[in-house]
């Protein structure tokens, strides 16, 4: 570490004054030692001469007399923490490399050795209209700084479009008056909500998709939503059925019509939109010698590449699909020339065109300038652009370029191990778990359960070798591969009540969250075995996968 940093430090000065409570304290550094102050004056200098000494009678003796008291400027502490803060975040950010620790298992005074149900979460109050209106929790997330989950409601039955109300439930668990069944914030919207994520750095910035096909945004901690977008054919018809926040703070939705959109929600100054996208993908399988569209149900980042994707659909297949990065940088000298048709392409359009399928641009950009040359529309905007109609297929290039080996159900999730980077688990409506790498078609494992459906799966954020899964049984199935590659070393059973979605808290390292049938979510605290990593472990995992 730097030396120097801490020089502002005055050894002399040991002396300071706090406040707890109504009262006011004054503590000795020399001794460690803390007094009350009885009679307080108003000077910098202090006279204890009557102070109550709140430990050995005999040390009051010895430091009765003038106390001076350590006086600080806020400008200078300030500067300090400017100058050392990010030396010191450099030193323990580097020290989580050394090897020496590597193979550290920390070790607590009080062993946890059992696995225990300690929050049950519903709305109470909404009882009576989740069952008059056959809603379920749809998916439930926990929030960056692992305090808060939430849960997002909706109808499974639908006959055309929706105008259900429903509702996003979240609750602080951590907070001082936290309830299990009365939730920190409730959030209620006039469509179903399928699918959610929070933000990854900003905990109370919510991305939420609905059954309509509308991207929306909220903040839970002012209950408002912040921005959302319109259903188009060249957006979402359908279902969004994932949502997911990308690096650059862009957000990612799957729809079930096959769409990939990425949006970029934030303005500047506070504001946000989402009044379209800023790139496309449309996802497309040939098959016998004609395409068709692929229902997508979930989607994952891949680790390696932040532009590689897996995708599982509907039919079974799970997909690698490779996204190019969104350009930002402004191309206007390629679009001055439509000035002399009378037309001007406006900023945000050339910036959506440079985005869309490379190939077929040139055709795209005859077609919509015929389309307004014909209207006598001389401003394109966006919306010009898509009331033109172009080929959509021709708009949204294909992004899929590797086929997995496919379940032979719906594949309801997909997650990748946070430890080996190429490895990732997929659930399954066949009743299975599969275990991939990236680069490998063929799946390395399958954990086949009969007569029931596999319907969530994520691996532990602390031990490499364990994940865990639900069922429509209601079960929680956690596997320890160091203790069994076969099945699963642990199951947590419930009463008959089908589980949907399963998530570990990733900063509460020991809370593991599943929500039900009957609109419930429990929060498990998962024993020492299942979260303190092992000796090797790492090295383990990447010997079965090899």
């Given at each position: 570490m730097n030396e120097g940093i801490f020089n502002d430090f005055n050894e002399k000065e040991q002396v300071f004054e706090f406040t707890k409570g109504n009262q006011t304290f004054i503590r000795d550094m020399g001794t460690v030692t803390d007094y009350k102050v009885k009679n307080q004056g108003t000077t910098t200098k202090k006279e204890c001469e009557d102070f109550e000494q709140q430990i050995d009678q005999n040390e009051l003796q010895q430091t009765k007399g003038k106390l001076y008291i350590m006086q600080f400027d806020q400008n200078k502490l300030a500067q300090f923490l400017k100058r050392v803060v990010p030396t010191v975040i450099k030193e323990l950010d580097e020290s989580l490399n050394l090897k020496k620790y590597h193979s550290y298992k920390p070790?607590?005074?009080?062993?946890?050795?059992?696995?225990?149900?300690?929050?049950?979460?519903?709305?109470?109050?909404?009882?009576?209209?989740?069952?008059?209106?056959?809603?379920?929790?749809?998916?439930?997330?926990?929030?960056?700084?692992?305090?808060?989950?939430?849960?997002?409601?909706?109808?499974?039955?639908?006959?055309?479009?929706?105008?259900?109300?429903?509702?996003?439930?979240?609750?602080?668990?951590?907070?001082?008056?936290?309830?299990?069944?009365?939730?920190?914030?409730?959030?209620?919207?006039?469509?179903?909500?399928?699918?959610?994520?929070?933000?990854?750095?900003?905990?109370?910035?919510?991305?939420?998709?609905?059954?309509?096909?509308?991207?929306?945004?909220?903040?839970?901690?002012?209950?408002?939503?912040?921005?959302?977008?319109?259903?188009?054919?060249?957006?979402?018809?359908?279902?969004?059925?994932?949502?997911?926040?990308?690096?650059?703070?862009?957000?990612?939705?799957?729809?079930?019509?096959?769409?990939?959109?990425?949006?970029?929600?934030?303005?500047?100054?506070?504001?946000?939109?989402?009044?379209n996208p800023l790139k496309g993908c449309y996802l497309v399988r040939k098959k016998e010698s004609q395409t068709e569209s692929v229902g997508g149900v979930c989607i994952s980042q891949s680790n390696e590449d932040p532009f590689s994707f897996i995708v599982g659909s509907e039919g079974g297949s799970v997909l690698r699909a490779q996204v190019t990065p969104i350009n930002y940088t402004m191309t206007k000298q390629a679009y001055l020339d439509s000035r002399d048709k009378g037309l001007i392409w406006k900023e945000e359009t050339i910036l959506f065109m440079q985005n869309l399928n490379q190939k077929c641009l040139p055709e795209i950009r005859l077609h919509v300038e015929s389309y307004c040359k014909e209207r006598k529309i001389n401003n394109i905007f966006i919306q010009q652009l898509v009331n033109s109609k172009p080929d959509i297929r021709k708009m949204y290039a294909n992004p899929i370029n590797y086929a997995y080996e496919a379940h032979y159900g719906t594949v309801y999730s997909i997650n990748f191990s946070p430890f080996v980077k190429s490895a990732f688990i997929t659930a399954s409506m066949d009743g299975q778990i599969r275990l991939y790498l990236q680069n490998t078609a063929r799946c390395l494992a399958v954990y086949e359960y009969i007569q029931t459906y596999i319907l969530s799966a994520q691996f532990s954020p602390t031990r490499p070798c364990v994940f865990a899964a639900c069922d429509s049984l209601g079960q929680i199935l956690i596997f320890d591969l160091t203790q069994d590659t076969q099945q699963q070393v642990v199951t947590l059973k419930n009463d008959g009540q089908s589980a949907s979605c399963i998530r570990f808290n990733q900063r509460q390292q020991d809370l593991l969250a599943c929500s039900y049938q009957g609109c419930e979510v429990r929060i498990f605290q998962l024993n020492d075995e299942l979260t303190q990593p092992k000796e090797n472990e790492l090295k383990e995992l990447q010997q079965l996968l090899s």
């Open positions: 070790i607590s005074d009080v062993q946890k050795k059992e696995t225990e149900l300690v929050y049950i979460l519903k709305n109470a109050q909404n009882k009576s209209v989740e069952l008059e209106k056959k809603l379920e929790i749809t998916d439930i997330q926990w929030n960056s700084n692992g305090l808060m989950i939430a849960a997002s409601y909706g109808c499974l039955e639908h006959m055309g479009q929706c105008s259900h109300t429903s509702y996003i439930n979240c609750w602080n668990i951590f907070k001082r008056d936290f309830k299990p069944d009365k939730p920190t914030t409730v959030i209620e919207t006039n469509t179903c909500n399928m699918c959610m994520q929070f933000h990854p750095t900003k905990p109370n910035i919510l991305a939420v998709g609905s059954f309509n096909g509308e991207l929306y945004l909220y903040d839970v901690s002012t209950n408002s939503e912040l921005a959302h977008s319109t259903i188009d054919e060249y957006y979402h018809r359908e279902s969004i059925t994932a949502v997911l926040w990308l690096q650059d703070e862009s957000i990612m939705t799957l729809g079930c019509e096959g769409k990939v959109l990425i949006w970029n929600p934030e303005r500047g100054n506070g504001e946000f939109s989402l009044q």
